[in-house]
């Protein structure tokens, strides 16, 4: 059958296999999904050259069977399936062109993400969570259902990945001690399967596991098939025994196929082409081996003939290979539906709940916050600790209050700069599937955090200020300082939320949170009077949490200070603040909202991009 028959069968001969009927009784005995796709290519346009990484490809996967997608490194099995899992989004430097179908309908043209799920190669999970938690959470993003519902099916997947030892313990990082990685990468899986899709798509599952966890994973994808679901994998040498799990192989070179069919059959194909495979060696060992590629940009006369070889004949027998494709019992494909949305409440309930055990989990980054903030607050009473009335002891009181500025900005803002990147890959997967808005992401992350910035404030402004003996001319003095240092605290993590949300890494925001709070300080109004800020830089003082807040506590502090006569200028008219408190904390209270802002459009536009 030739890849234009073939493309025909696929959308309309198959409909006499469909069962009619989607009721639940008959998907129950109809749920398989055939996945197929025709004459598939895939280029990228860099600077003025275009590569071809996908050169017209035809194949399909069947319901109940593992088709393994084989290839050496860079000869397109990660383009394919993020093809096939509708990964990839056609733009001006990337083209596609083909289609891919569920049982003959486009899965362009219904919500594939109910059908079909896509397991990365990288785990991309929060370390912070027990397997039942971070499944529980995404079962009540992802699927609809009471409580009893979401555990039954939590338990199931738990059970169906055997999963059940480590259920409860910590998944863990390089800094948390937590599962290994072949339990990690059944995590990633239950994530996906938790939604029950008929179709999983997997990119390197057992890439760096031993060969024992590599089948073990195997093995449990293999159930998943007998299950009648289509499990597509790639991988790159599969031991032996992992090979003979296989259904149907597909062996990739260079953007083009060179076997397609049997995984048991690929043997004997070889053998026809003249190439016999030695007896003691492994079969996919053998087939990299020779179809290995030293240097893909400048390819020797023998592998460009070799490769030719292998295109051609393959492509002679392409026909042979689409008999086999099993259309009993498919599932009828409606268009309409959609997948499950939760809403706005259960969106922010399930992100409270996570993030604030990720918070509270995290004690190393707790125990930091405390102990950098006390520390300061102590070193800081053991220089100044008698402040005194005379011009000195202004000059002092200036220093600390600035001092306290600065900590809170920096400690908060650097906590949060850095460990938003780490966050940042969980919320692209999750904002890429839709499982919740920026908006509730942003107010659970600020929500769960408040609780320990009120704590962490509080403690710091009882040692520092009756340790200093700062203004105690009234007692709401003690409480406004409370407040503008808790306002600044916020500003500092709302600063850091923002450059973490444009910055890719840990790197990028150590370097870039410095970078912009050097000028913000340098217009805090303690190195230079706020009346001779020059005009072209004006500005920068609007959004500098410096400035507000250290004038806002210079206002509270100096106010009824009863100073000694050696004080000529009021420190106020010194430093050119006047104003009110309130006005300087309603201008700090804006900065955090407008960093909110920003940072919702950042990651709004980043989510987008990583759709694409
Ligand atoms: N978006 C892209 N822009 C530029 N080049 C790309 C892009 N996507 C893939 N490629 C290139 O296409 C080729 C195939 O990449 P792909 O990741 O699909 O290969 P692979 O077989 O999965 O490799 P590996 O086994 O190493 O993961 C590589 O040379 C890769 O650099």
Same mark, same amino acid.
């Given at each position: 059958?030739?890849?234009?028959?073939?493309?025909?069968?696929?959308?309309?001969?198959? $409909?006499? /296999?469909?069962?009619?009927?989607?009721?639940?009784?008959?998907?129950?005995?109809?749920?398989?999904?055939?996945?197929?796709?025709?004459?598939?290519?895939?280029?990228?346009?860099?600077?003025?050259?275009?590569?071809?990484?996908?050169?017209?490809?035809?194949? /399909?996967?069947?319901?109940?069977?593992?088709?393994?997608?084989?290839?050496?490194?860079?000869?397109?099995?990660?383009?394919?399936?993020?093809?096939?899992?509708?990964?990839?989004?056609?733009?001006?430097?990337?083209?596609?062109?083909?289609? =891919?179908?569920?049982?003959?309908?486009?899965?362009?043209?219904?919500?594939?993400?109910?059908?079909?799920?896509?397991?990365?190669?990288?785990?991309? +999970?929060?370390?912070?969570?027990?397997?039942?938690?971070?499944?529980?959470?995404?079962?009540?993003?992802?699927?609809?259902?009471?409580?009893?519902?979401?555990?039954?099916?939590?338990?199931?997947?738990?059970?169906?990945?055997?999963? $059940?030892?480590?259920?409860? !313990?910590?998944?863990?990082?390089e800094l948390?001690?937590? @599962?290994?990685?072949?339990?990690?990468?059944?995590?990633?899986?239950? &994530?996906?399967?938790?939604?029950?899709?008929?179709? &999983?798509?997997?990119?390197?599952?057992?890439?760096?596991?031993?060969?024992? $966890?590599?089948?073990?994973?195997?093995?449990?994808?293999?159930?998943?098939?007998?299950?009648?679901?289509?499990?597509?994998?790639?991988?790159?040498?599969?031991?032996?025994?992992?090979?003979?799990?296989?259904?149907?192989?597909?062996?990739?070179?260079?953007?083009?196929?060179?076997?397609?069919?049997?995984?048991? !059959?690929?043997?004997?194909?070889?053998?026809?082409?003249?190439?016999?495979?030695?007896?003691?060696?492994?079969?996919?060992?053998?087939?990299?081996?020779?179809? /290995?590629?030293?240097?893909?940009?400048?390819?020797?006369?023998?592998?460009?003939?070799?490769?030719?070889?292998? $295109?051609?004949?393959?492509?002679?027998?392409?026909?042979?290979?689409?008999?086999?494709?099993?259309?009993?019992?498919?599932?009828?494909?409606?268009?309409?539906?959609?997948?499950?949305?939760?809403?706005?409440?259960?969106?922010?309930?399930?992100?409270?709940?996570?993030?604030?055990?990720?918070?509270?989990?995290?004690?190393?980054? +707790?125990?930091?916050? /405390?102990?950098?903030?006390?520390?300061?607050?102590?070193?800081?009473?053991?220089?100044?600790?008698?402040?005194?009335?005379?011009?000195?002891?202004?000059?002092?009181?200036?220093? =600390?209050?600035?001092?306290?500025?600065?900590?809170? =900005?920096?400690?908060?803002?650097q906590t949060n700069s850095m460990s938003f990147p780490i966050e940042r890959p969980?919320?692209?997967?999750?904002?890429?599937?839709?499982?919740?808005?920026?908006?509730?992401?942003?107010?659970?992350?600020?929500?769960?955090?408040?609780?320990?910035?009120?704590?962490?404030?509080?403690?710091?402004? +009882? +040692?520092?200020?009756?340790? @200093?003996?700062?203004?105690?001319?009234?007692?709401?003095?003690?409480?406004?300082?409370?407040?503008?240092?808790?306002?600044?605290?916020?500003?500092?993590?709302?600063?850091g939320?923002?450059a973490g949300?444009?910055s890719k890494d840990v790197l990028a925001s150590t370097i870039w949170g410095?970078?912009?709070?050097?000028?913000?300080?340098?217009?805090?109004?303690?190195?230079?009077?706020?009346?001779?800020?020059?005009?072209?830089?004006?500005?920068?003082?609007?959004?500098?949490?410096?400035?507000?807040?250290?004038?806002?506590?210079?206002?509270?502090?100096?106010?009824?200070?009863?100073?000694?006569?050696?004080?000529?200028?009021?420190?106020?008219?010194?430093?050119?603040?006047?104003?009110?408190?309130?006005?300087?904390?309603?201008?700090?209270?804006?900065?955090?909202?407008?960093?909110?802002?920003?940072?919702?459009?950042? &990651?709004?536009?980043?989510?987008?991009?990583?759709?694409?």
């Amino acid at each position: 059958m030739s890849t234009n028959t073939h493309k025909k069968s696929a959308s309309s001969e198959n $409909t006499g /296999f469909i069962c009619n009927t989607p009721s639940s009784t008959s998907r129950k005995s109809c749920n398989r999904i055939l996945l197929e796709w025709s004459d598939l290519a895939y280029s990228v346009k860099q600077k003025k050259h275009r590569t071809k990484i996908l050169k017209g490809v035809s194949g /399909f996967a069947n319901p109940g069977q593992i088709l393994a997608i084989m290839g050496s490194s860079g000869s397109g099995k990660t383009s394919l399936v993020s093809i096939l899992s509708n990964q990839i989004i056609p733009q001006r430097n990337i083209k596609i062109s083909g289609t =891919v179908s569920i049982n003959g309908t486009d899965i362009k043209k219904v919500d594939y993400s109910i059908y079909s799920r896509y397991v990365m190669q990288q785990d991309i +999970v929060l370390p912070t969570l027990t397997p039942r938690e971070a499944l529980t959470y995404a079962a009540r993003l992802k699927i609809k259902g009471n409580h009893d519902f979401i555990t039954e099916r939590v338990n199931q997947v738990i059970e169906d990945l055997k999963l $059940t030892k480590i259920a409860d !313990k910590l998944i863990g990082n390089e800094l948390i001690k937590g @599962l290994s990685g072949g339990e990690k990468k059944r995590v990633c899986i239950g &994530l996906e399967l938790i939604s029950e899709p008929q179709i &999983l798509i997997l990119d390197e599952p057992t890439s760096g596991l031993d060969s024992f $966890t590599a089948e073990l994973v195997i093995k449990l994808m293999k159930q998943q098939a007998q299950n009648d679901k289509t499990i597509v994998v790639t991988i790159h040498q599969p031991s032996s025994n992992i090979f003979a799990m296989f259904d149907r192989l597909i062996l990739m070179v260079e953007g083009n196929f060179v076997y397609q069919g049997c995984a048991s !059959k690929s043997l004997e194909y070889f053998n026809d082409i003249g190439y016999n495979c030695p007896d003691m060696m492994n079969p996919p060992d053998y087939y990299m081996r020779v179809l /290995f590629i030293r240097n893909r940009t400048s390819m020797t006369d023998d592998e460009s003939q070799r490769l030719e070889m292998f $295109t051609d004949t393959y492509k002679k027998n392409e026909e042979i290979v689409f008999e086999e494709i099993n259309k009993n019992e498919l599932l009828e494909i409606d268009s309409e539906s959609n997948s499950f949305r939760a809403g706005f409440f259960i969106e922010i309930s399930v992100l409270l709940q996570r993030a604030w055990k990720n918070t509270m989990r995290n004690p190393m980054m +707790v125990m930091l916050k /405390f102990m950098q903030l006390l520390t300061m607050a102590i070193i800081l009473d053991l220089i100044f600790h008698d402040l005194g009335y005379n011009m000195k002891g202004v000059q002092n009181r200036q220093g =600390v209050l600035f001092n306290s500025v600065i900590h809170f =900005v920096m400690t908060s803002s650097q906590t949060n700069s850095m460990s938003f990147p780490i966050e940042r890959p969980i919320f692209l997967k999750d904002y890429k599937e839709a499982l919740y808005g920026v908006t509730p992401y942003i107010l659970a992350k600020m929500i769960t955090e408040l609780p320990l910035q009120i704590i962490c404030t509080l403690l710091y402004s +009882v +040692v520092f200020y009756f340790a @200093l003996d700062l203004n105690l001319e009234s007692a709401d003095k003690f409480f406004i300082f409370f407040g503008i240092m808790l306002l600044i605290h916020l500003c500092g993590a709302a600063y850091g939320n923002l450059a973490g949300a444009f910055s890719k890494d840990v790197l990028a925001s150590t370097i870039w949170g410095p970078t912009i709070a050097a000028p913000l300080m340098m217009f805090g109004g303690f190195f230079s009077n706020g009346n001779s800020f020059s005009s072209s830089f004006y500005w920068i003082k609007y959004v500098s949490a410096y400035y507000f807040g250290f004038v806002a506590l210079a206002i509270n502090e100096f106010t009824d200070l009863d100073l000694g006569s050696d004080v000529m200028i009021p420190p106020l008219k010194s430093l050119g603040i006047n104003g009110e408190i309130w006005e300087n904390a309603g201008s700090l209270l804006l900065i955090v909202l407008g960093c909110i802002v920003l940072t919702i459009c950042a &990651l709004k536009y980043y989510g987008e991009q990583s759709k694409s």
